[in-house]
């Protein structure tokens, strides 16, 4: 059953180019969130003509959700002939702004040898179309099985998640009575199966000063400079401590074994102001400076105490500054999470990337967060990985591509892991 199986995954080469083509030409970018409806009606129609039931599941009053940019799911679920467990796939349809560098065509699907380029080639319309080669190719040599298999395209993963994958958790689309075991096929290449990620903790850190004219800044207070010495503190004090901070997780690269904290932006003084405009700023002491920081951190740190570190470190600032004053909002956070590598779709996975690669699986863990999250707090389905064809490291950028010989391997791989766990006669 195996061979045939690879066989016919083989045999749908064309197919699987085909479908991942056509998921790059519909350019869903997030933010804002563009044509998310034209994407879960594509695949729901796809879907639907091989025998799948659809829904489209707008999340309304979520995160970015608005009549002009509804944040829109699909769900398809096929049933098996006998009572089983099911199993689901779920990648996210959104793709990151483009960027500057590209040399092709972002939505063009042009092929090169053995890849395929496009924003959203590799992060994960790739991975999402080789899940549904895989349970197509199993479904047309195993009709025979017990269980369900379903497949999802979901929005915002790039923004969170929260229009996407908490929506459906919140729903209970990912309770273990419904659905028993996950793959999220993020790309993190064909051997690896990815058990979970860092957590996370955003937040907005801003210092308050005095606004007076710039030619007499001694009649007013700089949060500039306020924010200075904060960023001073954290390259003396903080930075140190966390490189010291080690996890047994297997994270890769290596240096997100460390924790870590990164400055996203940083902005002080008057608004800047629009495009075109040729005027002069105005001579004024800035009275307000506001960062923000994202905090990576690790399964063996409490989230109270990443937070009391900060807290700390703008005491410190505020001993040496008398007219210092701060404010600490959090924006949001996310706590790791780390399936088990006996659980069942690991040990599934393990043995199917074996089979079809004659080499042992690698666990990793993500240096960031990915839907996992959802699914594990808020759906309380613990049995979940990503698992996908892909290099991580070219998400995001330019010239995105994935192999096409990558994704014909992981959806063997997914194939395989459906004949383990839902009992094919």
């Given at each position: 059953m195996d061979d045939r199986l690879k066989s016919e995954i083989e045999h749908r080469r064309d197919a699987l180019i085909a479908l991942t083509q056509a998921l790059i030409a519909i350019p869903t970018l997030n933010p804002p969130g563009r044509n998310y409806l034209e994407i879960c009606e594509y695949l729901a129609d796809h879907l639907g003509a091989r025998g799948f039931t659809t829904e489209l599941i707008r999340a309304k009053g979520t995160p970015g959700d608005s009549e002009r940019y509804p944040r829109w799911n699909m769900i398809a679920r096929i049933e098996g002939t006998r009572p089983g467990e099911c199993v689901h796939f779920n990648a996210h349809h959104d793709v990151v702004e483009l960027g500057h560098g590209w040399t092709r065509d972002p939505f063009g699907g042009e092929i090169e040898g053995d890849r395929i380029y496009g924003r959203g080639a590799c992060d994960m319309k790739g991975g999402l179309a080789a899940s549904v080669i895989a349970a197509e190719a199993f479904l047309a040599i195993c009709p025979d099985f017990a269980g369900s298999i379903e497949i999802s395209a979901t929005a915002d993963e790039e923004t969170g998640?929260?229009?996407?994958?908490?929506?459906?958790?919140?729903?209970?689309?990912?309770?273990?009575?419904?659905v028993q075991h996950v793959i999220i096929p993020e790309p993190l290449?064909?051997?690896?199966i990815c058990l979970g990620h860092r957590g996370v903790w955003w937040a907005e850190i801003e210092t308050h000063g005095r606004i007076a004219h710039g030619s007499m800044p001694f009649l007013g207070d700089s949060a500039i400079r306020h924010m200075g010495a904060v960023l001073a503190e954290m390259e003396e004090t903080l930075f140190p401590l966390l490189l010291n901070k080690r996890t047994e997780m297997p994270v890769i690269p290596e240096g997100a074994r460390a924790s870590t904290l990164n400055i996203n932006s940083i902005h002080g003084g008057e608004p800047e102001q629009e495009e075109g405009f040729t005027g002069l700023p105005a001579p004024c002491v800035a009275d307000?400076?506001?960062?923000?920081?994202d905090r990576r951190f690790l399964i063996e740190e409490d989230i109270g105490a990443v937070k009391s570190e900060i807290s700390a470190l703008m005491e410190r600032v505020k001993e040496r500054r008398p007219s210092f004053t701060y404010e600490i909002r959090d924006l949001f956070e996310v706590q790791p999470s780390m399936t088990d590598r006996e659980a069942p779709i690991v040990r599934s996975t393990a043995a199917a990337i074996e089979a079809v690669l004659g080499r042992e699986a690698s666990y990793v863990v993500s240096p960031g967060t990915y839907d996992q999250k959802h699914i594990d707090r808020i759906g309380r389905l613990k049995n979940c990985i990503a698992y996908g064809p892909g290099l991580l490291e070219l998400a995001h950028q330019p010239d995105e591509w994935v192999g096409i010989a990558d994704m014909l391997d992981s959806a063997k791989v997914m194939a395989l892991v459906l004949v383990e766990l839902l009992d094919p006669a």
């Open positions: 998640g929260y229009g996407g994958v908490a929506y459906l958790a919140e729903q209970g689309r990912f309770d273990p009575d419904r290449h064909k051997d690896q307000r400076c506001r960062i923000v920081i």
